[in-house]
């Protein structure tokens, strides 16, 4: 399992605070994937100041975190808010791998500098002062990292961590587009917005999948999230876009359009700005790449009871295909596709719809996943059926799932993204 810290967050956290990205099913929502901000108190990254370096190459810097470079880059320094696209392995003291890109298959990207933090301060602090191209090794103390908490199982409490980190690329933070007063466009709801190239294609529904590439800005400019944190376009159903007014302004585009959403906070202010427009929560600015309508609901399986196997814990589970690959162990990331469905087949959630895989930390799971997925292979498909107490409870969830409610599952294990 990664050395992550235990927040909320969608897929590569794009587009969180924006509301745009639809709740996923699980107790807790996938957590950042790489080595998250410690819960010690930290302060603003600084690039390390020259430090000697000793007879075996090491620097030491005045915080206390210690780096050798195995090869400098030449190309730009990070700035702040930059995304940073890195390779790295993350070894204890007694060199035991708890995290790595080699494992994941993929190279991790976040932004450096922003709040709250992506990153242990360990790695704030020394890829400020790399170069693109470069690749360092870093040893890093206790409160540089994950302090005396640890991160458990994979990391023990007062921690020294050991890395080796490559930074592959470095990508400037997009700049929000300067408009005109005179070019805004105001909706009854109290959206107001600015179209800054029409579209030619469809205007997309309720009902309509869309693809999109989008940022996000407080009123201040300081950038919240990108899609450009997640490596690709984000691929929406509109109807699951929580905030009303993002949701109108997506719909008042067509395919191909770019438009800039100045969104009303969710709270009324207390104070009205000076220069008398209306206040203003955060500033996106979102592009229509495609629309496409919405695929048929998934049509939960129906199987005979002697088909299933149940569990002392009241589970119960059907191998649809069994799976030739690793199984994940309860500290394990795993990507899958999933339905789920009330008992009277109703579908609450799909990753089907719109056809984005979630990646999800077993350890914070509901107990009915937790425990049917535990036993499944790589390239697997399961039906479960997860009495209340392994899902929800009384307490239901919300909007989506009914208090007491039995749940029935089909869930396919794509891939083991972290052991």
């Known amino acids: 399992m990664t050395a992550a810290q235990p927040a909320v967050s969608r897929t590569w956290l794009a587009l969180a605070t924006l509301c745009l990205v639809p709740l996923t099913l699980q107790a807790g929502d996938p957590q950042p994937p790489a080595p998250a901000a410690t819960s010690q108190p930290s302060t603003q990254p600084v690039a390390p100041t020259t430090q000697p370096v000793d007879a075996d190459g090491w620097t030491t810097t005045e915080t206390g975190l210690k780096y050798k470079d195995l090869r400098r880059g030449d190309g730009p320094r990070p700035q702040q808010l930059d995304l940073l696209i890195v390779n790295y392995t993350g070894t204890l003291a007694d060199g035991t791998v708890f995290d790595s890109t080699d494992v994941r298959g993929t190279p991790y990207r976040f932004r450096i500098g922003a709040q709250p933090s992506r990153v242990i301060a360990g790695w704030e602090e020394s890829l400020l002062d790399m ?68 579209g030619t294609g469809e205007s997309p529904t309720d009902d309509s999948i869309v693809d999109i590439n989008a940022s996000v800005w407080r009123p201040d400019g300081l950038l919240m999230a990108s899609t450009e944190e997640r490596g690709d376009v984000a691929t929406l159903l509109v109807s699951s876009i929580r905030q009303a007014a993002i949701r109108e302004g997506i719909k008042a585009m067509k395919a191909g359009g770019k438009c800039k959403l100045l969104i009303p906070p969710l709270r009324p202010p207390t104070t ?74 109703t579908v609450f959630e799909s990753s089907k719809v719109p056809g984005t895989p979630a990646e999800i930390p077993l350890d914070i799971a509901i107990d009915g996943w937790a425990e049917g997925i535990l036993t499944m292979k790589v390239g697997g498909t399961r039906i479960l059926i997860c009495t209340p107490e392994l899902g929800y409870g009384d307490g239901g969830r919300p909007g989506m799932v009914p208090p007491g409610a039995t749940l029935i599952f089909e869930i396919e294990l794509l891939r083991i993204t972290r052991p």
């Open 272 to 345: 009205q700005p000076a220069d008398g427009e209306p206040p203003v929560g955060m500033i996106a600015e979102v592009e229509l790449l495609k629309v496409s309508p919405r695929p048929p609901a998934p049509v939960m399986p129906t199987l005979p009871d002697d088909k299933y196997i149940q569990t002392p814990s009241g589970l119960k589970y059907h191998d649809l295909k069994i799976g030739e690959g690793e199984t994940p162990k309860p500290s394990s990331h795993v990507r899958i596709h999933y339905t789920g469905w009330l008992a009277d087949g």
């Open 131 to 198: 170069q693109a191209g470069g690749k360092r090794s870093l040893i890093i103390p206790p409160h540089l990292g994950y302090g005396l908490e640890g991160f458990p199982p994979s990391i023990p409490a007062n921690a020294v961590l050991h890395y080796e980190i490559e930074l592959l690329k470095i990508r400037p933070a997009p700049k929000m587009t300067q408009t005109r007063p005179e070019e805004v466009v105001s909706t009854p709801s109290g959206l107001r917005l600015v179209m800054m190239r029409e």
